[in-house]
C-alpha cells in the first residue's frame, strides 16, 4: 500500500534551515505530483510547496517563496523540502501527500520548531 514517511524535522533557531525528506513506497512515484503542506496549532493545514512528477515545474506558498525549494529523486522515491531562513511563524507538523486517482495520501508528519 502507499506509504509516505516523513523526516528531517526538529528545533532549529530563527534564521535556520533544515531539510525535510519524504519517502515513499508502494506506488510508482516518478509519476506523480507530490506536495508538503504544514498545520500550526489552532490553524487549518496549508499547502507549503509542489513539484510535478519530473521536477520541472514548482509552486510555493507566498509566505516560503525564496526561502524554500522542493526537489525530488525519483531515483530515490524521495521528495526534499529544503527550509532556509526559517521563522517561528513557520513551527507547524509538515506532511508530504501525493494523491492517485482522486485519492489523497499523507504522511505521518515530522514536527518542525523555530524558536530561540
Known amino acids: 500500500q502507499v506509504q509516505l514517511v516523513e523526516s528531517g524535522g526538529g528545533l532549529v533557531q530563527p534564521g535556520g534551515s533544515l531539510r525535510l525528506s519524504c519517502v515513499a513506497s508502494?506506488?510508482?512515484?516518478?509519476?506523480?505530483?507530490m506536495t508538503w503542506y504544514r498545520q500550526a496549532p489552532g490553524k487549518e493545514r496549508e499547502l507549503v510547496a509542489g513539484?510535478?512528477?519530473?521536477?520541472?515545474?514548482?509552486n510555493y506558498a507566498d509566505s516560503v517563496k525564496g526561502r524554500f525549494t522542493i526537489s525530488r529523486s525519483n531515483a530515490k522515491n524521495t521528495v526534499y523540502l529544503q527550509m532556509n531562513a526559517l521563522k517561528p511563524e513557520d513551527t507547524a507538523v509538515y506532511y508530504c501527500?501525493?494523491?492517485?486517482?482522486?485519492?489523497?495520501?499523507w504522511g505521518q508528519g515530522t514536527q518542525v520548531t523555530v524558536s530561540s
Open positions: 501527500r501525493t494523491e492517485r486517482s482522486g485519492v489523497p495520501y
Open positions: 513539484i510535478t512528477s519530473l521536477g520541472y515545474t514548482t
Open positions: 508502494g506506488f510508482r512515484f516518478s509519476i506523480y505530483a
